[in-house]
């Protein structure tokens, strides 16, 4: 009786996988990481690119009477297709990538020149111009998220997307805010008598005060946010250090405007509250008739006065500070 001859791989074989294990990894690891999440996903992608191969070549062994010239064919014709669908995702997903990007760089130059125009003829239609451009943008650093080609470079653009999701929720936050306090009702010397009144100028008035300073302090501190976002995951990689030097360079050009611009935009707002609360604690000293406030107490009169200028400077600084900060986009 014959003996059966064992299922084995030829030395090719073996030579084969030996060079596709030690290409992929000096692929991986120059564009990777070298975290457990993604060591973890170099082996698991490892032994899938040789198991596929290995399950073919038996198949082959056992429908061929043991051929042994078959199996090492099969092993290193499957291996090569498995290798090259591999690389071909990788490369269709870094093609993603660029394309991903340039898209982000365009609708950031097209959004500013829009921006710039509607403001001149339309500026009702900025609000929706510009969650037009966030939505854009968060769809965009999802792509990104989706085509990385490491469990580390799927976290940061993750990161990066909850920061831009977190900056939209501020600054429509402000931007509600100071739509309420550019309302024709707060400021009406006519209905500041009534009941109730001033509790709610006070309130809006207050909210629009949170609002500029919680913004200010996000937009004015972005590179350190970010890098604390980062941190955990790791400050080496590539697309992190990208996005702080990103980060860093806007703030350098915007930073000292913006932070000067939402000051003023509280200090527009709080001399606001200074002028309803002084009206409210001497409503007997004042009257508004034929479109005019008339006071019967000098002092009272000038301490308005003077903080109505203080506001005028406000507003004055807050429009020239607009125009520097379109400037820069």
């Given at each position: 009786m014959m003996s059966k001859s064992r299922f084995r791989l030829?030395?090719?074989?073996?030579?084969?996988?030996?060079?596709?294990?030690?290409?992929?990894?000096?692929?991986?690891?120059?564009?990777?990481?070298?975290?457990?999440?993604?060591?973890?996903?170099?082996?698991?992608?490892?032994?899938?690119l040789g198991a596929m191969p290995l399950i073919c070549a038996v198949l082959v062994?056992?429908?061929?009477?043991?051929d042994t010239q078959s199996v090492s064919l099969i092993f290193n014709i499957i291996l090569g297709i498995s290798v090259f669908v591999t690389i071909q995702g990788f490369g269709r997903n870094r093609s993603s990538q660029n394309k991903t990007v340039e898209n982000l760089i365009e609708n950031k130059e097209e959004y500013a020149n829009q921006y710039k125009a509607l403001r001149a003829s339309d500026p009702d239609k900025l609000d929706s111009l510009a969650t037009d451009y966030q939505n854009s943008v968060l769809e965009n650093m999802s792509n990104l998220s989706e085509n990385s080609s490491s469990a580390k470079e799927k976290k940061i653009y993750g990161i990066i997307q909850e920061f831009?999701?977190?900056?939209?929720?501020?600054?429509?936050?402000?931007?509600?805010?100071y739509k309420d306090v550019m309302a024709e009702r707060i400021l009406d010397y006519s209905q500041l008598k009534n009941e109730g009144e001033l509790e709610f100028q006070v309130s809006t008035l207050k909210r629009y005060v949170v609002a500029s300073e919680d913004f200010k302090n996000?937009?004015?501190?972005?590179?350190?946010?970010?890098k604390a976002n980062f941190t955990p995951v790791g400050l080496d990689n590539k697309?992190?250090?990208g996005a702080l030097k990103g980060a860093l360079e806007l703030q350098n050009k915007q930073g000292a405007t913006i932070e000067s611009l939402l000051s003023n935009h509280m200090g527009y707002g709080n001399g606001m509250i200074k002028i309803v609360t002084l009206l409210d604690e001497h409503q007997n000293k004042w009257k508004y008739m034929d479109q005019e406030l008339q006071f019967s107490d000098v002092l009272i009169e000038e301490n308005?006065?003077?903080?109505?200028?203080?506001?005028?400077?406000?507003?004055?600084?807050?429009?020239?500070l607009s125009e520097q900060l379109i400037n820069t986009l």
């Open positions: 030829s030395r090719a074989n073996y030579i084969f996988l030996t060079l596709v294990v030690i290409g992929y990894s000096v692929l991986h690891f120059l564009t990777s990481g070298n975290s457990d999440e993604e060591i973890g996903y170099f082996i698991g992608t490892i032994f899938m062994w056992r429908t061929s009477k043991n831009a999701m977190d900056k939209r929720e501020l600054e429509r936050s402000w931007a509600e805010a996000f937009m004015t501190n972005t590179v350190s946010l970010l697309t992190a250090q308005f006065y003077e903080l109505l200028d203080n506001i005028q400077t406000n507003e004055n600084n807050i429009n020239q």
